[in-house]
């Protein structure tokens, strides 16, 4: 099942009936008892993981912030990583969590906290390129498909969609960022480690069927390869158009079906996410100029991300009349555009998080605000704490998002704001020391998915950051 459905059909009571027993066990706010699961049990064990843990929870004077830290941050490795040799090479296969299939988003975003220690431990590194391997499998199996099973073979409950479902496929949703991720994680690994082994032919192949696939959705001449229809009764989960969205002008940029949430796009053209492509595509060419002799996909790669982003500042701009010039969320190259922020990542605030500009860039300064601020559809204020939350989880009414906190501390260079971010952050853990898909504003215990790695891996690079630069915020 997808994220949407998953949360819909599962109260409080009937998911602690799914989850392992670390999660289970009571969390006491003052005794602050490890919620991680005991070391036999933990799915993959990094010395240097632990080793920070055991620093921070020395040095950080917030007993219960330190508590977090070491309950979130090693929470991909412990609970969701399945790492083995195949044919004398690392595979590695990332669930979200509490969902049994591995996103391409997700299970980058997932391990992109570990990176920074993969130069000296190997065993980490390897973890890492097992990942790297594995979306590449993933990628060549179906460019289009946002979330795989480790069985190629598996069915998903949703073949029935109208869409080209293969088995191995869990869900067939088109979204830009996914593959964006992909080249994100491998340029950061690259850069860290200098290791190459991971950037074979089948690699290379890859990446070429990625730049394919977002030339196509460019649709200059025709719709493109990708159509996506659901039989539902929420319109986020399906496409208009046959299948193929609302009509747009092409302009240049790259169409995505649907969000980094897994909703579908009002407007195809999805301005946090074209504008990590225009980074991601960088990032790629310079991969590929440095690993292999393909000229043409080098120029390819350069030309696209170029006219991508020429294409975004000519019509992905707009004129907002509190805030002046800002991004637009989506728009359809047609003349009308979706004014909001998501709290997922790539959203407006974390366009710099994600390598494209600098935070004190007018543009993004004048987005940031208007992203947290009412005029925002999906910003949200309770007595004691706001944030942003998402269309997603529209049908339970207001729920903020802990990832749209952490992403506003995460580009913060305000110590005051950075400090509000954190004391609002540590009110939504209910008690469970880890971080949740959304909560209700005033009240925190009222939220949805227990065991969401993602957001528990994105606190605690958050939570490292801080540590290694404004420590005494902490």
């Known amino acids: ?17 799914m989850l392992p027993d670390f999660v289970l066990k ?4 003052k005794s602050f008892i490890s919620q991680r699961p005991p070391a036999a049990k933990r799915n993959f064990t990094s010395d240097s993981v632990e080793a920070l843990i055991a620093e921070i929870k020395k040095n950080v004077k917030d007993e219960e912030l330190a508590w977090m830290f070491e309950n979130c941050f090693p929470n991909t490795l412990d609970t969701t990583v399945f790492f083995e040799m195949k044919d004398g090479k690392p595979d590695t296969y990332v669930i979200t969590g509490d969902i049994d299939a591995m996103w391409l988003r997700d299970s980058s975003a997932q391990v992109n906290p570990y990176l920074p220690l993969c130069k000296d431990d190997k065993h980490l590194a390897q973890m890492v390129e097992g990942v790297l391997r594995r979306q590449t499998k993933c990628i060549l199996l179906d460019p289009y498909a946002n979330a795989f099973y480790k069985d190629s073979n ?15 496929v869990h869900e067939r949703k ?9 080249i994100r994680v491998a340029y950061q690994y690259w850069k860290i480690t200098g290791n190459t082994a991971q950037m074979d032919d089948e690699w290379h192949n890859a ?20 159509h996506f229809q659901r039989k539902t009764i929420t319109l986020s989960d399906t496409l208009a158009g046959d299948g193929f969205g609302r009509p747009v002008k092409a302009n240049g940029m790259i169409c995505s079906a649907f969000r980094n949430s897994d909703d579908a796009t009002t407007y195809l053209y999805n301005i946090p996410e074209n504008l990590f492509a225009v980074t991601a595509l960088r990032q790629l060419t310079e991969m590929i100029k440095a690993t292999s002799h393909r000229d043409e996909l080098v120029t390819t790669c350069r030309n696209l991300a170029d006219e991508v982003e020429q294409a975004i500042l000519q019509n992905g701009i707009v004129e907002q009349k509190e805030f002046g010039k800002i991004y637009a969320y989506e728009c359809d190259g047609l003349g009308d555009s979706k004014l909001m922020e998501d ?66 501390a995460i580009t913060s260079d305000n110590d005051a704001e950075i400090k509000q971010c954190i004391k609002m952050l540590k009110a939504t853990q209910a008690g469970t020391g880890f971080m949740h ?26 939570i490292w950051k801080v540590y290694r630069e404004r420590r005494k915020l902490l």
């Open 343 to 408: 709290a997922g990542v790539p959203g407006l605030i974390t366009i710099p998080y994600l390598g494209y500009g600098k935070t004190e860039d007018d543009i993004y300064v004048r987005s940031r605000k208007f992203a947290l601020s009412p005029a925002n559809p999906y910003f949200y204020q309770g007595k004691n704490i706001e944030g942003i939350g998402s269309q997603h989880l529209a049908y339970k009414g207001e729920m903020i998002w802990p990832m749209g906190i952490i992403s506003r």
């Open 207 to 226: 990446m070429a069927l990625v730049v394919d696939t977002m030339k196509d959705q460019q649709r200059k001449t025709d719709k493109g390869k990708y």
């Open 26 to 29: 009571a969390a006491s706010a």
């Open 1 to 17: 099942m997808d994220r949407k459905e998953f949360t819909r059909i599962s109260a409080l009571a009937t998911t602690a009936l």
């Open 154 to 168: 598996k069915i998903s409950p949703w073949k029935t969609d109208e869409t080209e479902m293969k088995p191995g």
């Open 174 to 182: 088109w979204e830009l960022d996914s593959l964006c991720y992909c």
């Open 437 to 462: 898909e959304g909560f209700k504003p005033d009240n925190p215990k009222n939220f949805t998915r227990h065991w969401f790695a993602w957001a528990n891996s994105f606190f605690g690079e958050m």
